[in-house]
């Protein structure tokens, strides 16, 4: 198999999953709360199901990794795996809202090779394999060029950027937020915003999609002390979060030193 084989079994995948939660949707969710208290509705399970049985019937030889379905060890002496989010972004697909996606990828020796980043309710899609480029509806996407952070356009949480832990106050910004954390990295791999942040642990299967996506963008993605990610490790998630315009990166980077990584 090829990666191009690769990236056109994810993003026939995900399209369809975006169209099955569109469906789900339409005839009535049925939500719940995690352990935590996010929600998950009927829908995320759905499609969850789905792209399991899809996906590991195309490629039986590959671990599996996804939100909603118990880890597996088994995953771990697997070469290749598949990493899904069904429905990232779950409190916009409740509201009817459009910031949600459906985040593939494929992983191999810790690194992701193919990935795809679908939002059905704005009709793009975010693709990329190692080493050829990302793209957006089939075209190549850049990463933005800017080189200060002074009205940078930044995707984060509210209130992050104004807390007092900060040593070094930032410079006015232009700061948004949208729910789904894949479909936050593929507009920062489109030049669309200049960089995201989160100082927080995320999980694999949030992040590994918009990892590949971004990189072939030309965007630097690092957690926030400037280590580089591996995937596919016993505990699937990622210290934090910098993804970032390439000249912006190490400037994102310089001012978070202080801040201590999560346990």
């Given at each position: 198999?090829?990666?191009?084989?690769?990236?056109?079994?994810?993003?026939?995948?995900?399209?369809?999953?975006?169209?099955?939660?569109?469906?789900?949707?339409?005839?009535?969710?049925?939500?719940?709360?995690?352990?935590?208290?996010?929600?998950?509705?009927?829908?995320?399970?759905?499609?969850?199901?789905?792209?399991?049985?899809?996906?590991?019937?195309?490629?039986?030889?590959?671990?599996?990794?996804?939100?909603?379905?118990?880890?597996?060890?088994?995953?771990?002496?697997?070469?290749?795996?598949?990493?899904?989010?069904?429905?990232?972004?779950?409190?916009?697909?409740?509201?009817?809202?459009?910031?949600?996606?459906?985040?593939?990828?494929?992983?191999?020796?810790?690194?992701?090779?193919?990935?795809?980043?679908?939002?059905?309710?704005?009709?793009?899609?975010?693709?990329?394999?190692?080493?050829?480029?990302?793209?957006?509806?089939?075209?190549?996407?850049?990463?933005?060029?800017?080189?200060?952070?002074?009205?940078?356009?930044?995707?984060?949480?509210?209130?992050?950027?104004?807390?007092?832990?900060?040593?070094?106050p930032w410079p006015p910004m232009r700061v948004e937020n949208r729910n789904s954390l894949a479909y936050r990295m593929a507009l920062v791999a489109s030049g669309a915003f200049d960089a995201a942040m989160a100082l927080t642990p995320k999980w694999d299967w949030d992040?590994?999609?918009?990892?590949?996506?971004?990189?072939?963008?030309?965007?630097?993605?690092?957690?926030?002390?400037?280590?580089?990610?591996?995937?596919?490790?016993?505990?699937?998630?990622?210290?934090?979060?910098?993804?970032?315009?390439?000249?912006?990166?190490?400037?994102?980077?310089?001012?978070?030193?202080?801040?201590?990584?999560?346990?």
């Amino acid at each position: 198999m090829t990666l191009a084989a690769d990236l056109d079994l994810l993003t026939a995948a995900a399209i369809e999953a975006g169209a099955l939660a569109v469906r789900h949707r339409a005839q009535g969710l049925t939500i719940q709360s995690k352990p935590g208290g996010s929600p998950v509705t009927d829908a995320d399970m759905a499609v969850d199901g789905w792209l399991r049985e899809h996906l590991t019937a195309a490629r039986p030889d590959h671990g599996w990794l996804s939100e909603e379905t118990a880890d597996n060890a088994d995953r771990l002496s697997r070469r290749r795996i598949l990493v899904a989010d069904p429905i990232d972004g779950t409190v916009a697909f409740m509201k009817n809202k459009p910031w949600w996606s459906v985040a593939l990828a494929m992983v191999e020796d810790g690194r992701p090779v193919a990935a795809v980043i679908h939002a059905p309710d704005l009709n793009e899609t975010f693709a990329a394999v190692e080493g050829g480029g990302a793209r957006l509806n089939g075209q190549l996407i850049a990463a933005s060029e800017t080189s200060v952070l002074e009205n940078a356009s930044v995707l984060t949480g509210a209130g992050l950027l104004e807390s007092p832990k900060w040593p070094e106050p930032w410079p006015p910004m232009r700061v948004e937020n949208r729910n789904s954390l894949a479909y936050r990295m593929a507009l920062v791999a489109s030049g669309a915003f200049d960089a995201a942040m989160a100082l927080t642990p995320k999980w694999d299967w949030d992040v590994a999609a918009g990892a590949l996506i971004a990189a072939e963008a030309g965007a630097t993605v690092s957690d926030h002390h400037g280590r580089p990610w591996r995937f596919n490790r016993p505990d699937p998630r990622q210290a934090s979060l910098i993804c970032a315009a390439p000249a912006l990166h190490p400037l994102i980077i310089r001012r978070c030193q202080p801040i201590p990584l999560a346990n």
